[in-house]
């Protein structure tokens, strides 16, 4: 469950397996980084993205924080029935 505080849609929200952590995004260099709240940058392979707002998303792809696309939520069958 996504704490009630972290629900504003500006917060980027990443898990190391274990810890949530609000991160924000800097755009000063060649590739977008995120930082955490003690200035340090983090790696994309070290942090899981769970929630971004919308106009952050290029971003966070060219910085290599989201590496695979958002699955499709329609569900279908292709068996012979």
Same mark, same amino acid.
């Given at each position: 469950? /996504?704490?009630?505080?972290?629900? !504003?849609?500006? @917060? /980027?929200?990443?898990?190391?397996?274990?810890?949530?952590?609000? =991160?924000? =995004?800097?755009?000063? &260099? %060649?590739?977008?980084? =995120? /930082? !955490?709240?003690?200035?340090?940058? /983090? %790696?994309?392979?070290?942090?899981? @993205?769970?929630?971004?707002?919308?106009?952050?998303?290029? %971003? =966070?792809?060219? &910085? &290599?924080?989201?590496?695979?696309?958002?699955?499709?939520? !329609?569900?279908?069958?292709?068996?012979? !029935?």
């Amino acid at each position: 469950m /996504i704490r009630p505080d972290l629900e !504003d849609s500006t @917060v /980027i929200v990443a898990r190391d397996g274990r810890v949530l952590q609000c =991160l924000s =995004l800097q755009e000063t &260099g %060649a590739k977008p980084v =995120l /930082i !955490d709240a003690a200035g340090q940058v /983090i %790696a994309p392979w070290a942090m899981e @993205v769970l929630r971004w707002p919308s106009a952050a998303e290029p %971003a =966070l792809r060219r &910085g &290599g924080y989201l590496r695979f696309s958002q699955p499709e939520l !329609d569900l279908w069958c292709n068996c012979a !029935d």
